[in-house]
């Protein structure tokens, strides 16, 4: 079934789009085997619809969903995990053991973003944040196995983008939901087959070093495909391994030139950052108008720039590892 908010792939794979604040920006990932069903990430409390409906049309009870699997907890990815487990009553949250205990309570969370967005934009986007019962929640530090139905899923601690991230290991079809540790690719950007990954230095646990890290750990399982977040399944692994370890370079080498400057930090940021990523995809061969491209890139150029500030604001000590 391919519809305009469910892709289907091969070993029972499928990407709902999440609907956060246009068509193909975040994507809900199914995984399904024998009946059983498995989420990864959630997007926000109005994703939650669609997933449902995805399920009936594939003819799959709410009661068969068994796991939520949550890459981080960025509201993006979790904001509909309450939700879920209104929906779903036989399903289990797992997530890092540094995110546990905000699901449980997610008034920090709240807090932090409304601080970024505004309280009236916050429920705009996220709506109810649903706190959820401990007792449905199963933390996963590195190396945990889940069982779905026989196939197993290795979760890999990897932080780099948050230090409460894992990656997830299908062993079935060889291939990694990566949450956002392994960039952010928008279909939009395909040429002749080609994607275009770029990271995401957002918003306030950027750690470069952890991040080519966390990249090889990803590799070194010479996966077949990873699922993206933002958006969905990405191949030739290989070529954009080499592109976000130097990617990931050249946003460092400008968060720090931006650092020596005196005025309006976050403005040079943002205007080194859009400039990279123009140059990059004129060289990948997008045809869309710069405009365009501007227009696709706002939110993620804004975000990764405060992610960049961030991290240069943390201690000096860290700063010099680079």
Known sequence: ?????????????????????????AAIHLIVENGMVALVD???????????????EKNLAL?????????????????GAGECMRCFPNAKLVVHPRGAR??????RLIAGVIAVYGEAEFKQIYGEILPID????????????????????????????????YCIYDERSHSFFTGDTFGVSYREFDVD???????T?????????????????IMSY??????????????????????????????????????EKSIDRHKILKAALEKLLLQQLIQHGCKLSQQAIRDLLRSDIKLNAQGLESWLDQPVSRLKQL
């Open 42 to 56: 959630t997007g926000t409390a109005f994703s939650i619809p669609g997933v449902v409906q995805a399920l009936k």
């Open 102 to 107: 905000h699901m449980v309570d997610p008034a």
């Open 193 to 199: 087959g080609m994607e275009f990954v770029f990271p």
């Open 63 to 79: 009661e068969n969903v068994v796991y939520i699997l949550l890459t981080h907890i960025h509201l993006d990815h979790a904001g």
């Open 1 to 25: 079934m391919t519809s305009s908010l469910v892709t289907d792939y091969d070993h029972g794979i499928s990407a709902v789009d999440a609907q956060y604040h246009r068509p193909g920006r």
């Open 201 to 217: 230095t957002t918003p306030v646990q950027f750690d470069p070093i952890a991040a080519h890290e966390s990249i090889d750990r």
């Open 222 to 259: 010479n996966p077949h495909y990873a699922y993206l977040t933002h958006y969905s399944r990405i191949g030739n692994l290989p070529h954009h391994a080499i592109a976000m370890h130097s990617l990931i370079d050249a946003h460092v080498a400008i968060a720090k030139s931006a650092n």
């Open 134 to 165: 401990a007792n449905r929640i199963i933390e996963a530090p590195d190396q945990t196995r889940i069982d779905l139905n026989g196939r197993t899923l290795l979760l890999l601690d990897t932080p780099g983008h948050a230090r409460h991230h």
